[in-house]
T-cell receptor, first 113, second 116 residues
Framework: DTAVSQTPKYLVTQMGNDKSIKCEQN?????MYWYKQDSKKFLKIMFS???????INETVPNRFSPKSPDKAHLNLHINSLELGDSAVYFC????????????FGPGTRLTVT | AQSVAQPEDQVNVAEGNPLTVKCTYS??????LFWYVQYPNRGLQFLLK??????LVKGSYGFEAEFNKSQTSFHLKKPSALVSDSALYFC??????????????FGTGTLLAVQP
């Protein structure tokens, strides 16, 4: 069973389009995250939700909008895609009960042309 | 501000030899430290963590890490490297901002190449 899953795995789209990435976790965690990994492999957190409440919102263009319909799901919608949005986006989850480590999904490679 | 530094972009080691991947941290107070591994085209996998207690932490796949408070380091080690250990390794520190936030700040990554 996959612990943290993301769809799609690959996403190729043109500038200006709107796209969504979905994430689901079956670990029973209450906190979920979106990370962006750039071409140099640098990882940076974008958003985090705890029990469906947004708790981390880094300096991210407002074209990016996360949504958490329930504790097990976190989606990322991106409007008006730009070339610079090309990256690998990782979803992760953790428990706020004190173990702190985060578990990552396989990533979604977004290519904007 | 909390941060971690991985001073080596790449570490090369022969199979069977011991390996060390370096990490230093800068935090106020006691740090929560983590190591993750990323294989090509895969997500990050949790290897081990230091929260409190014994300075030598054992993790997955035979890896261990030593927390050294005086040197503010948390180096990843393995006694005998395998070719299959070749991957990108990330050190991370939990930002101490309180509340429910569990923000991890990652280092820039170190590529480990194990030669047969």
């Amino acid at each position: 069973d996959t612990a943290v899953s993301q769809t799609p795995k690959y996403l190729v789209t043109q500038m200006g389009n709107d796209k969504s990435i979905k994430c689901e976790q079956n670990l029973g965690h209450d906190t979920m995250y979106w990370y962006k990994q750039d071409s140099k492999k640098f990882l940076k957190i974008m958003f985090s939700y705890n029990n469906k409440e947004l708790i981390i919102n880094e300096t991210v263009p407002n074209r990016f909008s996360p949504k958490s319909p329930d504790k097990a799901h976190l989606n990322l919608h991106i409007n008006s895609l730009e070339l610079g949005d090309s990256a690998v986006y990782f979803c992760a989850s953790s428990s706020s009960g004190g173990s702190y480590e985060q578990y990552f999904g396989p990533g979604t490679r977004l290519t904007v042309t | 501000a909390q941060s971690v530094a991985q001073p080596e972009d790449q570490v090369n080691v022969a199979e069977g030899n011991p390996l060390t991947v370096k990490c230093t941290y800068s935090v106020s107070g006691n740090p929560y430290l983590f190591w993750y591994v990323q294989y090509p085209n895969r997500g990050l996998q949790f290897l081990l963590k230091y929260i409190t207690g014994d300075n030598l932490v054992k993790g997955s796949y035979g890896f261990e890490a030593e927390f050294n408070k005086s040197q503010t380091s948390f180096h990843l080690k393995k006694p005998s490297a395998l070719v299959s250990d070749s991957a990108l390794y990330f050190c991370a520190v939990r930002e101490r901002s309180g509340g429910a936030t569990n923000k991890l700040i990652f280092g820039t990554g170190t590529l480990l190449a194990v030669q047969p």
